[in-house]
């Protein structure tokens, strides 16, 4: 399984926001950003006793302007040590996780303090009733994330461990998100890839 990288900085809102909460055009021109942002609402599924967090897992439900779906996301994380991906690729691939596992994108968030290797298995799913930006109820988000949870997330500790949690749980959130892309400009004549992060705007 071979991460791609996303490099994420938490930086001071006094350095890049104006009064209006939006990126200083100094910023937009530093980093190539465009005036046109999306929307995305976000909220996060677990126990009171945050049992699932506890165990790596992050189940989340996104609503992404624009679009019709909702998008679903199991997300298993491992710290890396020192620096040594290669040790926490290892060890996902003790845990069952390997090239085989074509559903599943494999990332490194390189933060200021740390690096997390994380593995995410993403689906889609529709409600109907919602319109917009709003997240399921809880009995719909539970119903979303149990009816699509994948087999390693569902089976992590036992049978039927992710899903019987998820019956369980509570809303964490939500959380709205402004998110741009930064331009990406071609190098040695060829466009690089589209970037796979987004540049967080604003959260609220």
């Known amino acids: 399984?071979?991460?791609?990288?996303?490099?994420?900085?938490?930086?001071?809102?006094?350095?890049?926001?104006?009064?209006?909460?939006?990126?200083?055009?100094?910023?937009?021109?530093?980093?190539?950003?465009?005036?046109?942002?999306?929307?995305?609402?976000?909220q996060f599924m677990d126990t009171n006793a945050k049992d699932i967090y506890n165990n790596g897992w992050s189940p989340r439900i996104r609503k992404t302007e624009g679009e019709n779906d909702f998008e679903l996301t199991y997300k298993k994380r491992y710290a890396v040590i020192g620096n040594d991906i290669n040790g926490a690729l290892t060890l996902a691939n003790q845990q069952g996780f390997d090239s085989g596992d074509t559903g599943y994108e494999a990332q490194v968030e390189w933060g200021y303090q740390k690096k997390t290797l994380s593995i995410t298995r993403p689906k889609t799913g529709t409600k109907s009733g919602y319109s917009g930006m709003v997240l399921p109820n809880l009995a719909d988000s539970r119903s979303l994330l149990i009816n699509n949870a994948p087999d390693k997330f569902n089976n992590w500790l036992y049978s039927g461990w992710g899903t019987s949690k998820l019956a369980s749980s509570r809303v964490y959130g939500p959380v709205l998100a402004v998110t741009a892309k930064p331009y990406c400009p071609p190098i040695d004549g060829v466009c690089c890839p589209k970037p796979d992060g987004q540049a967080v705007q604003s959260m609220v």
Do not use: R
């Open 1 to 42: 399984m071979v991460p791609n990288y996303e490099v994420n900085l938490l930086l001071n809102p006094s350095a890049v926001l104006g009064s209006d909460f939006k990126l200083t055009s100094s910023v937009k021109s530093a980093f190539g950003m465009p005036d046109s942002v999306t929307k995305m609402n976000v």
